[in-house]
């Protein structure tokens, strides 16, 4: 029966290598309430042995998207996994939670266990950087379904946080806004960055037009910034009003989700001047300005709103861990 079901395209055998390939890599993700094992019907989280009292839970999911064109083109499929992490761990952040434990669901036409191997590398690392465990996941061989060399992620976020500490807190005409420096285009805009690319006629093996010290496929596939371990610990302020992550709608659409009603965000033109790889699109694409900050993050990954007292000090202690942020502009009333 196994032959026949390998005939047919599916092989159990590889996906069953896949898992004793991964299982250390898992277990390097243990944390308080999660011992990582893998190979279960379901991944198990003891919220009391993680130190919680009063515990909401907060759960987030996303993929990739269209960055992975970017990783099937050039062959690097050992960072793309840290993206997935990232756009789920930055997301339940802005709630104000822990991320405490990921799952992944990876499906392809036929199973490479060496680059199926080398994404779950990338997704273990992304965990490390969040503090969460990798706890599970699922691997579905599909033929007929994707082409030769090609798969899809999809990332499972589950955090918690205390009642007292949820996100975000009510905001005020007045307050300040904090950029913090993304990586690159993260993982938003990417059908129109691989239309850019092409009608530019540039190949992704080519020195990267904005950066002649690497590549253009690698420049481009710089993985997504996780600010968990910077951020979280600011959270407890209560200067801290909002954490707002900058994923699709760029900045101009996520700032304001984390804002209360009659209240928006107001920049600061000259703190936002973008990096090089968003000058070069928006000169390439012919984009206007509105367009670029409504489709990608423009350099800020994260934006922190706080009281204005307050920002120096966030300011050091985002430096302090490791962060490049700046003061982007206040919050006035719409």
Partial sequence: ??????????????????????????????RPGADAALGGFGGLFDLKAAGFADPILVSGTDGVGTKLKIAFATG???????????MCAND????????????????????????????????AEGCRQAGCALIGGETAEMPGIYADGEYDLAGFCVGAVERGDMMPRRAVAGDVMI?????????????????????????????????????????LLAPTRIYVRSV??????????????????????????????????RFDDDALAPPPLFEWLQREGGLSAAEMRRTFNCGVGGV????????????????????????IGDIVES
């Avoid at 092989?11 to 898992?26: P, S």
């Avoid at 805009?189 to 950066?211: N, Q």
């Avoid at 009281?307 to 003061?327: C, M």
């Fill in 1 to 30: 029966m196994t032959d026949a079901y390998k005939q047919a395209g599916v092989d159990i055998d590889a996906g069953e290598r896949l898992v004793k390939a991964i299982g250390g890599l898992a277990k390097a993700t243990a």
């Fill in 304 to 327: 922190l709103v706080c009281a204005p007292a307050y920002a120096q000090a966030a300011l050091d202690a985002l430096a302090g861990a490791g962060e490049s942020a700046r003061v």
């Fill in 92 to 123: 339940v952040l802005a709630q104000g939670a822990e991320p405490l434990f990921f799952l992944d669901y990876f499906a392809t036409g036929k199973l490479d266990t060496g680059a199926a191997a080398q994404v779950v590398a990338g997704i």
């Fill in 179 to 219: 950029g913090l420096a993304s990586s690159g285009a993260h993982s938003n805009g990417y059908s129109l960055i691989r239309k850019i690319v092409a009608e530019a006629g540039l190949s992704y093996d080519a020195p990267a037009p904005f950066d002649s010290a690497t590549s253009l496929g690698k420049a």
């Fill in 232 to 265: 979280l610990p600011l959270l407890k302020a209560e200067e801290v009003r909002a954490f707002a992550h900058v994923t699709g709608g760029g900045l101009t659409d996520n700032t304001p989700r984390v804002l209360p009603d009659g209240l928006a965000p």
């Fill in 76 to 86: 690097r499929h050992d960072t793309i996994g840290i993206d997935l992490v990232a």
